[in-house]
Structure formats: C-alpha cells, structure tokens
C-alpha cells in the first residue's frame, strides 16, 4: 500500500480544497492510503468532515503561521516516520516551503495558481511579489511540481522562465453526471 500525505494549510472550503477532495475521493483506497496534515487549526468553513468520510486520516498541527514556520518540519518528520509514509503532496505556499525542505521522502507539488498576480492582490505589493519570488524558488527544490492548468504554466514559462508542466484540474464526474448523459445523446 502507498502511503500519501497531504499537506495543506487548513481544509477551508475553497477551490484547492476542493480539487484535494475530488483527488482523493478517487484514488483506489486498496492501493492508496491518505493522511492530511493541516498547519493550522480548522475554522467554521472546513471540509475536515468530508475528507474523514473518504476514509482519510486528519492530522492537524494547530499551529500559527507565526509558530509553523518554527515547528512545522519537526512534526511532518515525525508525521512522515511514524506512519511510513511514502508521498508527500503539498497544496498552497505554507505547506510548499515546508515540504521543500524535506529530504526523507519524495515531493510532490501543485501550484494552484499565478503567484505573481494573487500574491500582490492578497498581501500588497511588495510582500505578494517576495511571497511569489520565494514560493517559486521552492517549487524548484521539490521532486516533482505541476501546474494547475496550461495557463499557469504558460504564464509560468512566458514571464518567468520558469517550464513547469501542468496537470489539468478535473472535475467531479459524480456532480456533473447530467451533463455526460446530454453529452453522449449528442
């Protein structure tokens, strides 16, 4: 059995979240077991019920961005170890800057969006572009990085030199089940 671990900040409900869930949904849990590491404490909005309902095992290291940065390694190590874990898959920068300085298992990242236009929008100008600087300077240090869409990566390669290939988000086949039948009476 492969062992995956996930690494997130926190699982509120957004659009990588949401991608992380229909990821694992779909993995043959004969094959694949899932572990999720969350950095922080869960809020009102979390998908943690969700993904413990897909047979996931929820590890959370409550910890402030503040004291993470601190901490954070140490215990995903530890996570890593104890459970034998083969994988480890980050989501977002928080979880990519830690999972980049892993060196006892493979890494695996996906880049869910163009750091170098969410970033400034988020955190203002001159913080977003170190932010998005510093994330991209990361990706380069894990084993295997993708982009979320042909867009990120062009963007990526276009303004940055930077070829990172892409991995198509999917899309729940459960949820739009409708729009298949109409597509195979066409």
């Known amino acids: 059995m492969i062992k995956i671990a996930y690494v997130v900040s926190t699982l509120k409900r957004s659009g990588p979240i949401n991608i992380l869930y229909n990821i694992v949904k779909y993995l043959d849990k004969r094959e694949f077991q899932v572990y999720i590491i969350s950095l922080s404490n869960e809020g009102d909005n979390s998908r943690k019920d969700d993904f413990i309902d897909l ?24 996570i890593i170890k104890e459970n034998n874990i083969n994988i480890v898959h980050g989501h977002g920068i928080r979880a990519d800057f830690l999972i980049s300085k892993l060196e006892c298992v493979k890494t695996f990242s996906t880049l869910h969006n163009y750091p170098y236009y969410d970033y400034p929008m988020t955190y203002g100008k001159i913080k977003g572009y170190i932010m998005a600087y510093l994330h991209l300077k990361q990706l380069k240090k894990i084993n295997c990085a993708r982009a979320c869409s042909k867009s990120v990566s062009d963007m990526l390669k276009e303004k940055n030199n930077y070829d990172i290939r892409y991995v198509q988000n999917g899309v729940d086949l459960d949820k739009y089940s409708i729009v298949n039948e109409e597509r195979k009476k066409n």
């Open 55 to 78: 047979g996931c095992e929820i590890l959370n290291l409550g910890f402030s961005r503040f004291e993470g940065i601190f901490k954070s390694k140490k215990n995903i190590i530890k």
